[in-house]
Structures are given as C-alpha cells and as structure tokens.
C-alpha cells in the first residue's frame, strides 16, 4: 500500500491480558516511530526505530511494553498485563533516513475493559 | 528534553476569517517545526513544516512563521473554509529522533 498502514484498527480487551499491534511503513522508510494518544491530547512519544535497532526507547512508560523490528521493516508494539491506562490510541509513523517528513498511520484504538 | 506549548486549544472562526494558532518551545536545539492537521479517527497529516533557517513559509492559505529567538511559531490560516474543521498540532525536534507534540487546537469554521 501506499502509506503506513496499522492494524488492527481497534482492539478491545481485558485488564490482565497481553496484546499486540503490527504496523507496516512506507516502503524503503528506514526509522519508525510509535506515538500513544489519549484523547483531548498530543501524540507522545514511545519509540523510534532506525533500521532494526531502538534507536531511543526512552518514552516506553514501564516494562510492561515493548516493540520490536525485526528486519526492519514491519513493527510490532507489545504490551503484557494490560491495564485500563493503557487504552488510547496507538499510532505509528515512518520516515526517510535523515530530518525528513513522518507520515503517520490511521492508529490502532486500544481500549482495555 | 523539549516542551511544546499550543495556545489556545479551542478556536472558532467564521467561513472567510483568519485563524491563527500559537507555539512555543524550550530547547533551542530544535530546528525543525512540521504542523499536523488531525480530522476525527484519523492520523495526523502534515500541512506545513519549518526549518529554523527560515522565518516565514507559505503554501496557499496557510503560512507558518517562526522567531528562534523568542522561541516560538505560528500557523496562520486565511479565507477560512468548513473543510479547515479539525484539531491542529505544532511539533518540534532537532536534526534527528522524535517529535515533541503541542496538546492541540480544535478549530471549528462555522459556514
């Protein structure tokens, strides 16, 4: 597809369990990013991929979260024991190498019962 | 790390007016300044970016300004249209690494 597609598009499940949210850059982007939004605010930060190393996993909140890329390309973002907080909207954007423009996905709603 | 400031967070014009949507920032290390357009389950969509060798930049209605020394920019809408209804973030950052978002600005044009 032409741009960064995630999915799923929503995810409803209980507190406790664990979850898992794929997103698929643009094709040749080499840095992805994962942006959580709670609503009424901003994106902020999780995590920054360039290539298949984390390149800054300093807005990962707790241990309970973790996010892979493994050929650097496709992303998985994991969270274990999730929890009511943890609902929001998880978004993922990719970009060229170097200071260039992020094109972010539609987001994959979390809602944690 | 940066501190992205967005004022005000709701705005309503009418079709045809002006809008404008202010930032500041604190790192003085940040030279790169996008805004994102965000419309109702939707991704944020650049509309416009700035670099910090650059004061002012238009693209048709919308223009951004940029003051390095006070820190802070702007986004300016003119001749306003019902299609501009949707919420706004600035974001700031440096060369590289993540962008530090603005809290958002719902804009309402009333026809």
């Known amino acids: 597809g032409a741009g960064v597609s995630q999915t799923p598009s929503n995810k409803v499940t209980e507190k406790g369990k664990y979850v898992e949210l794929r997103c698929d850059p643009i094709?040749?982007?080499?840095?992805l990013y994962w942006y959580r939004q709670s609503l009424g605010q901003g994106p902020e930060f999780l995590i920054y991929?360039?290539?298949?190393?984390?390149?800054?996993d300093s807005g990962l909140p707790n241990d309970r979260f973790f996010a892979v890329r493994p050929e650097g390309s496709v992303s998985t973002l994991k969270i274990q024991r999730t929890e009511r907080g943890d609902s929001a909207v998880y978004l993922c954007?990719?970009?060229?190498?170097?200071?260039?423009?992020?094109?972010f996905g539609e987001g994959s709603r979390l809602t944690v019962l | 790390g940066e501190n992205v400031e967005q004022h005000p967070s709701t705005l309503s014009v009418q079709e045809g007016d002006s809008a404008v949507i202010k930032c500041t920032y604190s790192d003085s290390a940040s030279n790169y300044f996008p805004w994102y357009k965000q419309e109702l389950g939707k991704g944020p969509q650049l509309i416009i970016d700035i670099r910090s060798n650059v004061g002012e930049k238009k693209d048709q209605r919308i223009a951004v300004t940029l003051n390095k020394t006070a820190k802070h920019f702007s986004l300016h809408i003119t001749e306003t249209q019902p299609e501009d209804s949707a919420v706004y973030f600035c974001?700031?950052?440096?060369?590289?690494?993540?962008?530090?978002f603005g809290r958002g600005t719902q804009l309402t044009v009333w026809p």
């Open positions: 991929f360039q290539g298949t190393g984390a390149a800054d």
């Open positions: 954007a990719s970009s060229l190498n170097g200071p260039r423009e992020l094109f």
């Open positions: 094709s040749g982007h080499t840095a």
């Open positions: 974001a700031a950052r440096q060369t590289l690494g993540r962008l530090y």
